[in-house]
């Protein structure tokens, strides 16, 4: 189970930090988001090893990271744009969780909207 916290309304240029706790530990750890009318893209994960990978359109402005406890997965995000308004999923997989068949397991999302 992976229970996403942190979503909400934010101005364009602003910052928030996404949070997510899985029940168990697992390998690798992500985030994909969902902009209204558009498919699931990734936006950057992260591997128990530290190894992170992350989208051309967020790099530079998102921070993936780790609890110390490896279940635990954050994504700070700064210098948002209007374009990173979506619906954003926590997922849990095998490395590398490059797209969405590639996540096996699925949060509920959280909102995030740029205005």
């Known amino acids: 189970q992976l229970v996403e916290s942190g979503g909400g309304s934010v101005q364009a240029g602003g910052s928030l930090t996404l949070s997510c706790v899985a029940s168990?530990?697992?390998?690798?750890m992500g985030w994909f988001r969902q902009a209204p009318g558009k498919t699931r893209e990734g936006v950057a994960t992260?591997?128990?090893?530290?190894?992170?990978d992350y989208a051309d359109s967020v790099m530079g402005r998102f921070t993936i990271s780790q609890g110390g406890t490896k279940n635990v997965v954050y994504l700070q995000k700064n210098r948002l744009q209007d374009e990173d308004t979506g619906m954003y999923y926590c997922?849990?997989?095998?490395?590398?969780?490059?797209?969405?068949?590639?996540?096996?397991?699925w949060g509920q999302g959280t909102q995030v909207t740029v205005s």
């Open positions: 168990a530990s697992v390998c690798c």
């Open positions: 992260i591997a128990n090893d530290g190894t992170v």
């Open positions: 997922v849990a997989g095998l490395w590398p969780i490059t797209g969405v068949r590639d996540a096996v397991y």
